[in-house]
């Protein structure tokens, strides 16, 4: 604070400015550096950031257009994708939660059921591709199928650990108080394990959308991960360098967004992960 002709003014927080703008901006520019020295190193397979900045200008300013049926703008490929991973996560959300609710309260559910977890969850994602594609003989089901399979495992064990985690003197008062189960689940056992919930369902989602570029460089169709694969067929390394740029922001805009959800609902404060 500073005070000047009777006036006070409020001085920026140059801590704020240096970890949320500065230091940020160094790694960048770290990365762009370490970029630009392997373009002069092999210029003749890696095009410098400029160069991939004007290749893909076209892209950028015009991400919807759409010339023909095989000539979409990278705005269209990232809305399928995109749309692929929130049915597939979103399913495989209402699938774990309860099933983490139930491994977290029953000893005896956990008994039957960890084993089952321990095998399935260190399985690739894409080994289910094959399983998916014999049973829904389509693209689109089958990375939907895919991205359910392997949303589910983060979700599940993180929502057990939450509830398994609930202060058992918090249980006990609420049966002292005869407090119904289903009443005991929405008042005490839910809002405690909600931050864990959330921690699952976040890396649930990171898990998804870095799934679907895999999925679809395999099954094709519309998406981003075929269009990656696509331009690399085709030896276009500026339009893979973008495509690669958009899939990293998008996952850091969609755990954003997570997070404020998770703000919302818990009212308290998170770390971005």
């Known amino acids: ?59 950028i300013l015009h991400p919807f257009h759409r010339r023909s049926t095989n000539n979409l703008g990278i705005g269209w490929l990232l809305l399928a994708s995109l749309r692929r991973v929130m049915i597939g996560f979103l399913l495989g959300a209402l699938v774990a939660i309860p099933l983490g609710f139930l491994l977290g309260m029953s000893r005896t559910a956990l008994l039957i059921l960890n084993p089952l977890i321990q095998i399935f969850k260190p399985v690739s994602p894409l080994a289910w591709l094959p399983i998916a594609l014999t049973l829904f003989n389509l693209a689109d089901p089958s990375a939907i199928f895919v991205i359910f399979i392997t949303s589910l495992w983060p979700t599940i064990i993180n929502t057990a650990l939450g ?79 973008l495509a690669v740029f958009v899939i990293g922001l998008t996952g850091l805009i969609l755990d954003y967004l997570l997070g404020r959800i998770q703000i919302w609902v818990t009212h308290r404060p998170t770390e971005q992960i």
């Open 1 to 59: 604070m500073i005070t000047a002709n009777n006036k006070t003014y409020k001085l920026p927080n140059l801590k704020f400015f240096r970890e949320n703008v500065f230091l940020p901006a160094l790694g960048f520019l770290g990365v762009l550096i370490l970029w630009w020295l392997v373009s002069l190193l092999r210029p003749e397979l890696m095009p410098n950031p400029l160069e991939t900045l004007q290749a893909n200008l076209d892209s």
């Open 163 to 241: 509830v398994s985690s609930v202060p058992k003197d918090y249980l006990d008062v609420a049966q002292v108080l005869e407090m119904p189960k289903a009443r005991q689940i929405m008042k005490i056992i839910l809002p405690a394990s909600l931050p864990y919930i959330f921690t699952g369902l976040r890396i649930s989602l990171g898990i998804a959308w870095l799934v679907i570029v895999a999925v679809e460089m395999l099954t094709g169709g519309v998406g981003i991960g075929f269009f990656v694969w696509d331009e690399w067929n085709r030896l276009n390394l500026s339009a893979v360098l």
